[in-house]
Nanobody, 123 residues
Framework: QVQLVESGGGLVQAGGSLRLSCAAS????????MGWYRQDPGKQRELVAS?????STNYADSVKGRFTISRDKKSVYLQMNSLKPEDTAVYYC???????????????????WGQGTQVTVSS
């Protein structure tokens, strides 16, 4: 079993900040890339930011310069500054991992998702 537990969402005024956290636990052999996605009702889930094992990052154009993704061994974080009403969404963490050495050597990375945390930015 693998669990991803998110925390840090909430209600904030425009211009404010929030920090999201996502902790992975359970039967994990190795973690590859980690990231954050968000989804508005009626819209597709979109990538917000991702980070590789080497620390290389990728951001959606809409959040560049405002959001910062970071990670440690089994957790990923999203520091969100200068928040805008259009950042309102449910945010999901994503982790690509393997649960065994056998899967690791075969590069069988599986996607796991957090439960989602609501971020609401008021104008």
């Amino acid at each position: 079993q693998v669990q991803l537990v998110e925390s840090g969402g909430g209600l904030v005024q425009a211009g404010g900040s929030l920090r999201l956290s996502c902790a992975a636990s359970g039967s994990i052999f190795s973690i590859n890339a980690m990231g954050w996605y968000r989804q508005d009702p009626g819209k597709q889930r979109e990538l917000v930011a991702s980070i590789t094992t080497g620390g290389s990052t990728n951001y959606a154009d809409s959040v560049k310069g405002r959001f910062t993704i970071s990670r440690d061994k089994k957790s990923v974080y999203l520091q969100m500054n200068s928040l805008k009403p259009e950042d309102t969404a449910v945010y999901y963490c994503n982790v690509k991992l393997t649960r065994s050495y056998s899967d690791y050597v075969r590069a069988r990375w599986a996607d796991y998702w957090g439960q989602g945390t609501q971020v609401t930015v008021s104008s």
